[in-house]
Every structure is written in structure tokens, then in C-alpha cells.
């Protein structure tokens, strides 16, 4: 950039007898410059015309170009939105908010990544209210496991927890509407709506098996993610049912009820946990874990490792804990999981996990729209990826059907007498 030294400029004076020349020159550049500029602009419109298209639009591409990549041109783009616009049939189902919406959701598509996803202002605010804790629904995450729509857990105590769906359960229609090619995103618009209002879902429990339809009235869903209860020989359960915004208060105040009632034992429920935000899970660690210690590796698009670490407040330390865990137990409840197995022993005791090893970061978006994005992907402290295979558990106990409908929790029975035998 040229600078201009604006105290030698205002120092200099033109004669006076020469001041009619000058004026003429002035006028003569502002109607070359005008003549000039609105040219630009009377052929940017004229051209705009001819193709049917907004100047704005023109301006605002002009303006993008210069942050266009070298390798590639949106050439094609712009000529299929120009052929949408003067071609298609019905006009008035053209909706320009969605066209953008279409390709912006297309564009995140074409990386073959289930948890990385466009969202448009409602899905954003539906987003926003899930991990907040209280929508309007049925109660269940849903996620994409071998490119197939999958029941990742149904939250307790909501109408899909009712219905009896399960964590692994296929997802195969919404209604009528077959969910081959269907993104996340798009079958939880579906699935979500007005309390009292009905959804049926068709799913399939074993890839050879009958398919399913479940009939399910919406409800209010309000989801306190954690619970607590004591059993037998002082032995607190610390159920979390996933990492929203209230879930580090929570476990705080559960923390302290613990340590007050002098547990000798802590069984940690994840169990049909989703998961949630990365911080809340570091945050519950650093109740067990001492500080300093690695909770999560998180291994960014060039290679490089960052650490998460435990922050102190370690009030639970030295109490002995088991963690239950089963394929509903996904993200943020397998790096809570994987942090206690590899930095106190903890034993897992239950059901292979889902296998989300990868970080999502939220992006607001122009409108109020947002984009999810993968950003990384995380090892447990001890340098295992666990993405689509999962943490293997210590101890494998099965939940069967009939366990499930006579109130029986096979799980829940082995990490209470694993808990016991430590605590003798």
C-alpha cells in the first residue's frame, strides 16, 4: 500500500490565475470516472437481465471470486441455478433459501461423513434445544452406522424408551417414507413434532430378521441427564444420560451428595448415553481423575496431537469405580469411558460401544443457520482410535429381551458384585 503524506498535499496551493484550467480538468475526470463506472454497472445489469438472474447475485459471486480456490470453478453451479430458474415448470416452487440450503447440505454430503451435517435456522434452533434438554419428540439419537440409519440410544423415560426401541435398532421407514439416502439430519426433522402427535417408525432388530412397525405419540421431552441412587453396601449409581449444558452443574452436586452419604463404591451408568460436548465429558473426568492427567487425545487433519487434561477438583478420587457401558454408549460417554479405564483401572463392564471416535465443531452460519463439522478425530489416553469399532468392555454381559421385559439388569448385577469383591 501507497501512503500519502497528506501535510505536504494540503501545503501546496495552486495559482490563482490558473485555478478556470484546473476546474475544467476536475470536471472533465468526475464525468470520465462517472461515465466509466456506470458503464460497469448498465452492462453488469444488462447482462443480468439477459440471463434472468439478480444483479445482487452477480455482485455477490463477483465478490466470492476472489476466495475461489485455483483448482476449481463454479461455473457449473451457477449454470445449473440459471437453468432452474428459467426452465422449470412451476415457478412458484422455486424457494432460492432452499436451493442454497439443497447445495450447502449436497456439498457436506459428498464427504461420506454421517456426523458432519448442514442445518438449516430450524434444525439449528431443534439442535440447540436437544442440548438444552427439553424439545418436542419422541426421545432417541439417531446416527448413521454402515451407511444405514441406526437407533443409537433412546434417552430414559421418553416415549421411544417406552415403545421399546433399542440401541442398534435399523431405522428402515418414517411414516411412509423409506430412509434409503435419508441424511441424520433430515430423518430427525422427520421423527421430531407436536406433543400428542403420532410417528411410526419401521425398524429392523437383526439384518436377517422381520421388520418392525412401532406406532409412537410425541411428548415433551425433558431429559435430566444425571440421576443418582444408592444400593446396597453404600454403592452410589451415577447414571448420565449425555453431556448437554446442565450436565458439569449436575455432576457437581451429585459429586458432593457422594462424598457426604461417604460411598464406598461408584458405578458410572453410560449406557444408552449419545453423548454430547467434549468439555462436559473432560469436566466429569476431573471429578475422578487427578489433575493433569490425559483424558482425550485429539488428533486435528495434519496429524497433531492435542491433550485434553483432567482440571482438578478430583473429589471422587479414590473411591472405586466400575463403568457400565453397552452399543447405545457413544462420543463423549466412550471418552469418559476410556479415560477411567486408562487412568484409574476402572473395569467396563457390559456391551461393545458404538464407536464415534471423531469431534464435531458447531459453526454459525449467515441467517441462523449452522454447519457440524468434523474437525478431528480422538484416541483414549492410552493412544487407541476406537472410531466404528468401538471400546471393548472388561467384563461382556448380555441384555437380552426377556431380561429387558421382567425388569431384570443383568449388567447392573455383575458391576455390583465386581464392586462389592473391590470393596471388601
Not at 412451476?90 to 464427504?111: E, F, H, Q, R, T
Not at 421430531?192 to 425398524?203: D, F, H, M, S, Y
Not at 441412587?229 to 452410589?236: G, H, L, M, S
Not at 441462523?368 to 484416541?379: D, E, K, N, Y
Amino acid at each position: 500500500m501507497i501512503q500519502r503524506n497528506s501535510t505536504e498535499e494540503a501545503n501546496i496551493q495552486p495559482p490563482k490565475s490558473s485555478f478556470k484550467r484546473h476546474f475544467k480538468v476536475f470536471i472533465a475526470v468526475i464525468f470520465l470516472c462517472v461515465s466509466f463506472y456506470g458503464g460497469v454497472f448498465y452492462s453488469q445489469f444488462k447482462a443480468s437481465k439477459e440471463n434472468k438472474t439478480d444483479l445482487i447475485q452477480n455482485l455477490l459471486s463477483e465478490n466470492h471470486r476472489k476466495d475461489q480456490p485455483k483448482d476449481v470453478s463454479f461455473d457449473l453451479l451457477w449454470e445449473a441455478w440459471n437453468l432452474i430458474n428459467e426452465k422449470y415448470v412451476d415457478p412458484s416452487k422455486i424457494d432460492k433459501n432452499k436451493m442454497i440450503y439443497g447445495a450447502i447440505s449436497g456439498m457436506v454430503k459428498s464427504l461420506g461423513d454421517p456426523f458432519s451435517g448442514f442445518m438449516n435456522p430450524e434444525e439449528s434452533r431443534q439442535f440447540s434445544d436437544d442440548m438444552q434438554g427439553t424439545f418436542e419428540g419422541i426421545g432417541m439419537e439417531v446416527g448413521m452406522k454402515n451407511e444405514i440409519l441406526t437407533i443409537i440410544a433412546p434417552l430414559e423415560g421418553t416415549p421411544a424408551e417406552r415403545a421399546g426401541l433399542k440401541a442398534g435398532d435399523m431405522l428402515i421407514k418414517i411414516d411412509d417414507t423409506v430412509t434409503t439416502d435419508m441424511s441424520v439430519d433430515e430423518a430427525v426433522s422427520k421423527i421430531r413434532g407436536p406433543k400428542g402427535t403420532e410417528v411410526r417408525l419401521t425398524i429392523l432388530r437383526e439384518k436377517n430378521g422381520t421388520p418392525k412397525e412401532i406406532a409412537i405419540v410425541r411428548d415433551t421431552i425433558n431429559v435430566k441427564s444425571v440421576k443418582i441412587e444408592f444400593k446396597d453396601d453404600n454403592i452410589a449409581v451415577i447414571r448420565i444420560s449425555k453431556f448437554g449444558d446442565d450436565t458439569t452443574s449436575q455432576i457437581s452436586k451429585i459429586a458432593n451428595e457422594v462424598l457426604n452419604r461417604k460411598a464406598r463404591g461408584i458405578i458410572v451408568d453410560l449406557r444408552n448415553n449419545p453423548g454430547g460436548y467434549l468439555e462436559s465429558a473432560v469436566d466429569i473426568a476431573s471429578k475422578f481423575i487427578p489433575e493433569g492427567k490425559i483424558v482425550v487425545l485429539e488428533e486435528d487433519r495434519g496429524g497433531e496431537k492435542k491433550e485434553y487434561k483432567s482440571r482438578g477438583g478430583s473429589l471422587l478420587n479414590g473411591i472405586p469405580v466400575v463403568v457400565l457401558v453397552d452399543g447405545g454408549s457413544a462420543s463423549a460417554s466412550e471418552i469418559l469411558a476410556g479415560a477411567l479405564r486408562d487412568d484409574l483401572g476402572a473395569k467396563l463392564i457390559g456391551k461393545k460401544t458404538f464407536g464415534k471416535g471423531s469431534v464435531q465443531q458447531l459453526e454459525n452460519l449467515t441467517g441462523g443457520s449452522s454447519l457440524r463439522i468434523t474437525i478431528a478425530r480422538w484416541l483414549t489416553p492410552n493412544g487407541e482410535y476406537i472410531m466404528e469399532k468401538g471400546i471393548t468392555p472388561d467384563i461382556e454381559v448380555e441384555s437380552t429381551e426377556d431380561d429387558y421385559n421382567n425388569d431384570r439388569d443383568p449388567q447392573m448385577e455383575k458391576a455390583l458384585e465386581i464392586l462389592k469383591d473391590e470393596i471388601k
